[in-house]
Nanobody
Framework: QVHLVESGGGSVQAGGSLTLSCVYS???????MGWFRQVPGKEREGIAA?????????????VVADSAKGRFTISKDHAKNTLYLQMNDLKPEDTAIYYC?????????????????????????WGRGTQVTVSS
């Protein structure tokens, strides 16, 4: 079981920045963790994910969706049990509820596999989300 709690959402103007945080309960084996977002009436969209083995994973593989590439960065500080999503150059279309998720016992086995693991249905554990609103 992994408990996830997101924070850091808010309202910003277009071109601004936000950093989302996700505090997670400790885990002792391989996992992948990701950020997703959802707007009403649409499916949950994978934004970024990273893999890692708990004890040595501060420099693990990451994948970022095309919609976020060059603007969003996923990182993790395992000493603080925190996953981050740094979002720069925000656009009104980035407005959504952002969720943190984890799947235990998983990893990225290739670049193609990493992109496949931006699918929300592959993750078992979810936070409650944090709202991000970007105004034009």
């Amino acid at each position: 079981q992994v408990h996830l709690v997101e924070s850091g959402g808010g309202s910003v103007q277009a071109g601004g920045s936000l950093t989302l945080s996700c505090v997670y309960s400790q885990y002792s084996y391989r996992a992948i963790m990701g950020w997703f977002r959802q707007v009403p009436g649409k499916e949950r969209e994978g934004i970024a994910a990273r893999e890692g083995i708990a004890a040595i994973d501060n420099d693990s593989k990451t994948v970022v969706a095309d919609s976020a590439k060059g603007r969003f960065t996923i990182s993790k500080d395992h000493a603080k049990n925190t996953l981050y999503l740094q979002m720069n150059d925000l656009k009104p279309e980035d407005t959504a509820i952002y969720y943190c998720a984890a799947e235990l016992g998983s990893a990225f086995y290739s670049d193609a596999d990493a992109r496949r693991k931006l699918a929300a249905d592959l993750y078992s554990f979810w936070g409650r989300g944090t709202q991000v609103t970007v105004s034009s």
